[in-house]
T-cell receptor, first 115, second 109 residues
Framework: ETGVTQSPTHLIKTRGQQVTLRCSSQ?????VSWYQQALGQGPQFIFQ???????GRGNFPPRFSGLQFPNYSSELNVNALELDDSALYLC??????????????FGPGTRLTVL | DAKTTQPNSMESNEEEPVHLPCNHS???????IHWYRQLPSQGPEYVIH???SNVNNRMASLAIAEDRKSSTLILHRATLRDAAVYYC??????????FGTGTSLTVIP
């Protein structure tokens, strides 16, 4: 069974640029959630995708957007990068409505640095 | 979003039990209590979850108060590999996990 994978591992961008982060969900999972984790803080929920549709969103501006593909992999896109976007971005997959507790399985994250 | 309160940090000696507390006084009847941990430079890892009854698995035990306003994660014999940040999270029928700042556990050899 393959776990959740994310790419790239690290990324450096400059302010104003755009970035795309990728996530492959665990086999059999149809739901993907994205989180932002600033240094020393707990992860903050960005949004969730279930069967290619956005299924809930946290308190993040519209320049944070996402996609989920038919194979349930996902992308997180961030436009007009700001210095405060520097963080670890985590992807988690789950069974979604197939699991009432929605236990989430996290990838190792992508470390984004905005200069 | 329901809130949880945890101590910022705790220490334990290796091979001794560790009790990590969590207060969740605003819990509703349908909220599941989840615990995750995050080892350094890794994504969070599922530990255990429960609703009303105490739960055991190979990693830990979860003790839930009768009124469900608090819970305790129990690591029966702490090892150096258990050093991590432990998050207590309430999950309802919605689709969002809300992480607090968690408890940073230090295990002393």
């Amino acid at each position: 069974e393959t776990g959740v994978t994310q790419s790239p591992t690290h990324l450096i961008k400059t302010r104003g640029q755009q970035v795309t982060l990728r996530c492959s969900s665990q086999s059999g999972h149809n739901t993907v959630s994205w989180y932002q984790q600033a240094l020393g803080q707990g992860p903050q929920f960005i949004f969730q995708y279930y069967r290619e549709e956005e299924n809930g969103r946290g308190n993040f501006p519209p320049r944070f957007s996402g996609l989920q593909f038919p194979n349930y992999s996902s992308e997180l896109n961030v436009n007009a990068l700001e210095l405060d976007d520097s963080a670890l971005y985590l992807c988690a997959s789950s069974l979604g409505y197939g699991d009432i507790t929605d236990t989430q399985y996290f990838g190792p994250g992508t470390r984004l640095t905005v200069l | 979003d329901a809130k949880t309160t945890q101590p910022n940090s705790m220490e334990s000696n290796e091979e001794e039990p560790v009790h990590l507390p969590c207060n969740h006084s605003t819990i509703s009847g349908t909220d599941y209590i989840h615990w995750y941990r995050q080892l350094p430079s890794q994504g969070p890892e599922y530990v255990i979850h429960g609703l009303t009854s105490n739960v055991n698995n190979r990693m830990a035990s979860l003790a839930i108060a009768e009124d469900r306003k608090s819970s305790t994660l129990i690591l029966h014999r702490a090892t150096l590999r258990d050093a991590a940040v432990y998050y207590c999270i309430l999950k309802n029928t919605g689709n969002q996990f809300y992480f607090g700042t968690g408890t940073s556990l230090t295990v002393i050899p």
